[in-house]
């Protein structure tokens, strides 16, 4: 086994992969030998990875318009002709508020991005992918606790577990292995704007903030995107032959994300 081209000839597709998590699991995909096309609805993102990535096409796309995701599995497939791997990646991190003040619009655009999205690319690729291939759906630590304040957020990341279970059944006999990655605190702008919500929230400032939110895993530390690409990689390779139907976290060890709200 070529340790270091796992993937040579895999053809992947990786919703919101032209920055961020996404992104770094493209390029660790690319680095093992795949060849990768990727959306993403910054168009500023798509443009840059189609000007210096060989093996890596992105296409500029916006899942919250479910109307747009047979545009984008259509491009998919023109360019790689045949796919092997799904990575859904795509998730938004939805409104901190109580549920009283969570508005009826926000759900919906959280559970189509993070949920409805996941669905409708598996449902338009699953049927014309390739026999012994691989799902990987990302999740978060609030899928496997509750979460308050972030309702919209925790129901569609409990959700994408649901659905990877159910579908690693559905798709074992065709040997496509179907899991879950379960970030926990990633280290970014992203979580930034959620430390800088909930810190106003609580009344305290960005740093403390922070502090209490590095506290809840007993690593103390945040999780990184190459963290996370290594384990996309580590379950969508043969190195993960026989692991399905798993929600697999990488977190440091969150021990609860609620003692800091």
Same mark, same amino acid.
Not at 187 to 190: F, T, V
Not at 258 to 261: I, K, V, Y
């Given at each position: 086994?070529?340790?270091?081209?796992?993937?040579?000839?895999?053809?992947?597709?990786?919703?919101?992969?032209?920055?961020?998590i996404?992104?770094?699991?493209?390029?660790?995909?690319?680095?093992?030998?795949?060849?990768?096309?990727?959306?993403?609805?910054?168009?500023d993102?798509?443009?840059?990875?189609n000007?210096?990535?060989?093996?890596?096409?992105?296409?500029?796309?916006?899942?919250r318009?479910?109307?747009?995701?047979?545009?984008?599995?259509?491009?998919?497939?023109?360019y790689?002709?045949?796919?092997?791997?799904?990575?859904?990646?795509a998730?938004?991190?939805?409104?901190?508020?109580?549920?009283g003040?969570q508005?009826?619009?926000?759900?919906h655009?959280?559970?189509?991005?993070?949920?409805?999205?996941?669905?409708?690319?598996m449902?338009?690729?699953v049927?014309?992918?390739?026999d012994n291939g691989?799902?990987?759906?990302?999740?978060?630590?609030a899928g496997?606790?509750?979460?308050?304040?972030?309702?919209?957020?925790?129901?569609?990341?409990?959700a +994408?577990? =649901?659905? #990877?279970? $159910?579908l690693a059944?559905? !798709?074992?006999?065709?040997g496509?292995?179907v899991?879950?990655l379960?970030?926990g605190?990633v280290?970014?702008?992203?979580q930034?704007?959620v430390?800088?919500?909930?810190?106003?929230?609580?009344k305290?400032?960005?740093?403390?903030?922070?502090?209490?939110i590095?506290?809840s895993?007993?690593?103390?530390?945040?999780?990184?995107?190459?963290d996370?690409a290594?384990?996309a990689?580590?379950?969508?390779?043969?190195?993960?032959?026989?692991i399905?139907?798993?929600a697999?976290? +990488?977190? =440091?060890? #969150?021990? $609860?994300i609620?003692?800091? !709200?």
């Open positions: 086994m070529n340790y270091e081209k796992l993937l040579e000839g895999k053809k992947a597709l990786i919703t919101a992969g032209a920055d961020g996404g992104y770094a699991i493209a390029k660790r995909f690319e680095k093992a030998g795949a060849e990768v096309f990727v959306c993403d609805i910054n168009s993102a798509v443009k840059r990875v000007e210096i990535d060989d093996n890596i096409k992105a296409f500029e796309c916006d899942l318009q479910s109307q747009l995701i047979g545009s984008m599995v259509e491009a998919g497939f023109d790689l002709k045949e796919i092997d791997i799904i990575v859904n990646n998730g938004i991190a939805g409104e901190t508020a109580s549920v003040e508005t009826l619009g926000g759900w655009e959280c559970l189509q991005v993070n949920m409805t999205s996941h669905f409708e690319t449902r338009l690729i049927p014309r992918m390739n691989s799902i990987l759906s990302v999740s978060s630590v496997r606790v509750g979460f308050a304040y972030r309702l919209p957020y925790a129901a569609t990341k409990w +994408v577990i =649901g659905m #990877v279970k $159910s059944i559905e !798709l074992g006999p065709r496509i292995r899991n879950a379960l970030p605190t280290k970014g702008d992203r930034n704007r430390i800088e919500a909930k810190a106003k929230l609580n305290i400032s960005f740093e403390e903030m922070k502090n209490k590095l506290s895993a007993s690593l103390r530390n945040f999780v990184t995107h190459d996370l290594e384990q990689h580590f379950l969508c390779s043969p190195l993960g032959k026989n399905s139907g798993q697999v976290s +990488v977190c =440091g060890n #969150v021990e $609860s609620n003692d800091f !709200l």
